[in-house]
């Protein structure tokens, strides 16, 4: 049985689904390896179009493999943390939307790989945590980064430090998720999510992905000035002539990603 598993809508939304539900979907070597190798496939499909990531069974993912981290010293250790670190960080900067339908559990590496997505959304009965200090351990697949930037530093040390669990109602007041849905629409609603997103211009979306996630941590000039390039670049495009067009005579645009 694949650890993964894989399918492609019409649309061009890939759904990925974490296929481990005994395990709770817990990411071992297999499954991140498996991980790695589907998003750099991704990165270079022109049929893919956007990513859906979601887990099987009452988990989206509990975490990482636990018999793996009881066999790590200090230098393998650092190789574990920077694999998981790539894997993610592989998903972050596909120039693709991905969105993360958190069912259940994200814990740790889930709650990890959740936050290497665009966006999130979750049913009421996920829960999400960094409970890696009860290991005498903190988040290593940029889950102290991420969490951070996502909530504020002053939640995200509540996390890291307690090892507590929130709920999705929480999760959704600190900006974690951005919609909670109910757990029968919950697929049906990121597809809707990503589809809305799908219409728009692909070079300004890819666009948009970019100056966010390389802006945020350069200085408001530097961030800013990479914005005004993107913006001048787009308005050489095709598509900008076409959306302005389509506004002004009140239809729907036709985007070629040109």
């Known amino acids: 049985m694949s650890v993964i598993t894989t399918q492609t809508n019409s649309a061009g939304i890939l759904t990925i689904t974490l296929n ?14 498996s991980l790695n190798t589907l ?8 049929q893919v179009k956007a990513v859906l990531i979601t887990g099987e069974g009452k988990a989206f993912c509990a975490g990482a493999d636990i018999n793996r981290l009881a066999e790590i010293n200090a230098q393998s250790g650092y190789e574990f943390a920077t694999f998981g670190q790539e894997v993610f960080r592989n998903l972050e900067t596909l120039g693709k ?23 999130r959304i979750a049913s009421p009965n996920a829960l999400f945590g960094q409970p890696e200090v009860k290991l005498g351990v903190i988040p290593g697949y940029g889950g102290t980064q991420r969490l951070a ?23 959704l007041n600190w900006g974690l998720v951005s919609e909670v849905v109910e757990i029968d629409n919950l697929i ?3 597809e809707e999510i990503l589809s809305t997103i799908l219409a728009m211009g692909p070079g300004a979306i890819k666009s948009v992905l970019e100056v966010i996630d390389t802006g945020y941590d350069l200085t408001l000039d530097d961030a800013c000035h990479l914005e005004a390039l993107h913006f ?3 308005c050489a495009t095709f598509d900008k002539t076409e959306g302005v067009s389509a506004f002004l005579e009140k239809r729907e645009a036709n985007f070629k990603g040109e």
């Not at 481990?20 to 297999?30: S, V």
């Not at 750099?40 to 022109?46: A, E, H, V």
């Open 20 to 33: 481990r539900p005994d395990k709770l979907n817990a990411l071992n070597h297999e499954v991140l390896s």
């Open 39 to 46: 998003f750099r496939q991704i990165k270079d499909d022109s």
């Open 97 to 119: 939307p991905s969105i993360a339908v958190v069912n259940g559990f994200a814990f740790g590496g889930g709650c990890e790989l959740a936050m290497a997505a665009s966006m």
């Open 149 to 171: 930037r996502l909530v504020g530093k002053g939640r995200a040390l509540d996390l890291c430090l307690t090892g507590r669990f929130i709920k999705a109602t929480d999760a």
């Open 188 to 190: 049906k609603r990121g």
């Open 232 to 234: 001048g670049m787009l």
